[in-house]
């Protein structure tokens, strides 16, 4: 049973952690590693180097769109295969993130994150709630 009066602060909670681990993993890009470094990095574990700025810019504007509640569910959504990317290169380290390169269950712990938060809804506080594309076809059908 989900519990209507706080499901939507259990949602916001998550919308909050999961955006702002967006925004600091986009900052580590631009700050520690630098663009250069990071597009250096995609090549050497076998990704396009020109997918630094676009993995960058995603990581933030999504981050930022996501803590805010700007059409959250679609931006997590959207963000999925970033984080699948982010999967697929720790995969090979092993399972704890502490092993040397990070392991995997971080990245799928947050692929996980990311879907439950697309299907749960935008929580409390969302500025811009994500269209609800059930409704909408509901509503076309009435209207037909």
Known sequence: MIDQRLAPYGVLLLRVALGAMFIAHALLKYVVFTIPGFAG??????????????????EL?????????????????????????ALLVHVPNGWLFTAP??????????????????LAGDGAFALKP????????????VRA
């Open 41 to 58: 990095f995609m090549a050497q574990v076998g990704f396009p180097s020109f997918l630094a700025w676009p993995v960058f810019l995603a």
């Open 130 to 141: 994500s269209p609800d594309l059930a409704a909408a076809r509901r509503a076309e059908t």
């Open 61 to 85: 504007l999504g981050g930022v769109a996501i803590v805010l509640g700007v059409y959250s569910r679609l931006v997590a959504a959207l963000l999925v295969p970033v984080l699948l990317g």
């Open 101 to 118: 390169n990070g392991g995997w269950e971080y990245p799928a712990f947050l692929v996980i994150a990311a879907i439950a938060h697309a």
